[in-house]
């Protein structure tokens, strides 16, 4: 069966259609600037030069349209018709504590995502829409919702419950639940499988290190805590998120810049972390290249950012009770050898070495630790796609 994946956002909608017996990725895309002047969609079909086709999509339907007739064209598709797609599986980024795991689309469920729409206002009501536009022009393929909070709802109360008045978890539900979830189910899964182990009998800690990034702890198999909070905000230090502060900093700053709760909010997503720390960029490579250069600023953001994963690491590790690996991924995870091994140099006490000429490696699956350490440290590429895909053809 052909399932398509689709990762809906405001403006843009990524999909990627994948043979679920293969896993093969028959085509995948990206529609961007949707509802918007210069509206563009980049196809590529396995093997085949990517195409970018500019064409109005003054909305998601007719983005979903567009994505339809590539996969369909006779020069650059990959299927004869619209019966050739079996199901649909859409990402949703906030589940709330309704969903703990994958669900087959119906009314009810839309309805319970969208009250939801409060936990992610900028990512819930996106999504639905993509589901939305999905079921108009589908409405006889199943459709299935993959949520990135799902895997953490095993988290114990202990762990998801804020030193807060109970009367808000109670009355707006503020809690922990942790995002990246699809993520850190499929490369804990992976680092067993890799092991030659059952995810079962492991101690695993995923580092999923990206533009956002989360650290979780997988005791046998069940997410028991992880970094990330009500939103995506809170943990490490990230591309342009501030991660972890003393929450008085925010009335402090509002107070001294005169200004607003909610233009505070938005320094701390959009202008804080290596971007705010250095004025210079948020994407990793160039933070490490300016850090090359001698860039002071540059120097102490990236310590900051490598302190921060490994007391994570050392806060799970204690979570658990011990650790038996610990699994690198996402941009930042997956190919760079040296944020890895700066890590790996707090982390001795735990009985863990890189073995660094193994670390040299990118976006591959690979045991990077030497023989014999007694915790296995490992870099596995995540794929979200390829996860959502296997839950939908699972509840089918
Ligand atoms: P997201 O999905 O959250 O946008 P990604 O997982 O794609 O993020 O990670 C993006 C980050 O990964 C960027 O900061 C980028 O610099 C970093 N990255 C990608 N490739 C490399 C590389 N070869 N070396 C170092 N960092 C890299």
């Not at 339907?61 to 990959?78: R, Y």
């Amino acid at each position: 069966m052909n399932i398509l994946v689709i990762n809906c956002g405001s403006s843009s909608l990524k999909y990627q259609l994948i043979n679920s017996e293969s896993e093969e990725v028959l085509a995948k895309g990206l529609c961007e600037r949707i509802g918007l002047e210069g509206s563009l969609i980049t196809h590529q079909a396995a093997g085949k030069e990517k195409v970018k086709i500019e064409t109005p999509m003054q909305n998601h339907t007719l983005a979903i349209k567009q994505v339809i007739s590539a996969l369909t064209d006779a020069e650059h598709g990959v299927i004869a018709s619209l019966d050739e797609i079996g199901a649909v599986g859409h990402r949703v980024v906030h589940g709330g504590e309704k969903f703990s795991t994958s669900v087959i689309i119906d009314d009810e469920v839309m309805k319970a995502i969208e009250e939801c729409n409060d936990l992610a206002p900028l990512h819930n009501p996106a999504n639905l829409i993509g589901i939305n536009s999905c079921r108009e022009i589908m409405p006889n393929v199943p459709m299935v919702a993959v949520f990135d909070t799902a895997f953490h709802q095993t988290m114990p109360k202990k762990a998801y419950l804020y030193g807060l008045p109970y009367e808000y978890y109670e009355k707006y539900k503020v809690r922990r639940y942790g995002f990246h979830g699809t993520s850190h189910d499929y490369v804990s899964a992976r680092a067993a499988e890799l092991l030659g182990k059952k995810r079962e009998d492991l101690k695993i800690i995923v580092c999923h290190l990206g533009n956002g990034a989360s650290v979780s702890a997988v005791d046998h198999g069940k997410c028991i805590d992880t970094s990330m909070g009500l939103t995506p905000l809170e943990g490490l230090i990230m591309g342009t998120r501030s991660g972890d502060i003393d929450p008085a900093i925010c009335d402090f700053i509002c107070q001294k810049e005169n200004i607003t709760p909610a233009q505070m909010n938005n320094i701390l997503n959009k202008k804080s972390g290596v971007y705010g720390m250095t004025g210079i960029s948020s994407d990793f490579r160039d933070i490490e290249n300016a850090a090359y250069a001698g860039d002071e600023k540059a120097i102490a953001a990236l310590d900051a950012f490598h302190y921060k994963v490994a007391k994570y690491i050392g806060a799970y590790a204690a979570a658990m009770n011990g650790v038996d690996a610990i699994a690198f991924t996402a941009g930042v995870g997956e190919n760079n050898k040296v944020g890895r091994s700066e890590i790996a140099n707090y982390l001795g006490y735990l009985g863990t070495s890189m073995d660094e000429e193994k670390n040299n490696v990118r976006g591959e699956d690979r045991i990077i630790s030497k023989d014999g350490s007694k915790v296995a440290m490992l870099c596995v590429p995540t794929n979200e796609e390829l996860a959502i895909a296997r839950q939908t053809l699972a509840l089918l």
